[in-house]
């Protein structure tokens, strides 16, 4: 079974810093994956992802503020998050798209207020 683990979530203040990990398989890592967020009542949405060359795509509205990376030897992705809104309070999750399937981790709770 294919395991997609995030953390790093948490309570941050406005205008804070936070880093999300997904911890995944070898094989996802060297392909494209994604961070998306889902708040209460909404649709899921794409944060950021990361392409197999490097290359990354964005939500106009992270853009200059959050940056997407991968550590092939550590088998990871982060999602490091400066400069955070109120209204980015959501549950962050990880997505590997893989041979025609999407691949979910749990889900991470990132809660921005004071």
């Known amino acids: 079974q294919v395991q997609l683990v995030e953390s790093g979530g948490g309570l941050v203040q406005p205008g804070g810093s936070l880093r999300l990990s997904c911890a995944a398989p070898p094989i996802f890592i060297l392909n494209a994956m994604g961070w998306y967020r889902q708040a209460l009542g909404e649709q899921r949405e794409l944060v950021e992802r990361i392409l197999s060359g490097g290359s990354t795509n964005y939500a106009d509205s992270v853009k200059g503020r959050f940056t997407i990376s991968r550590d092939n030897a550590k088998n990871t992705v982060y999602l490091q998050m400066d400069s955070v809104k109120p209204e980015e309070t959501a549950v962050y999750y990880c997505?590997?798209?893989?041979?025609?399937?999407?691949?979910w981790g749990q889900g991470t709770q990132v809660t921005v207020s004071a």
């Open positions: 997505n590997a798209p893989f041979q025609n399937l999407d691949y």
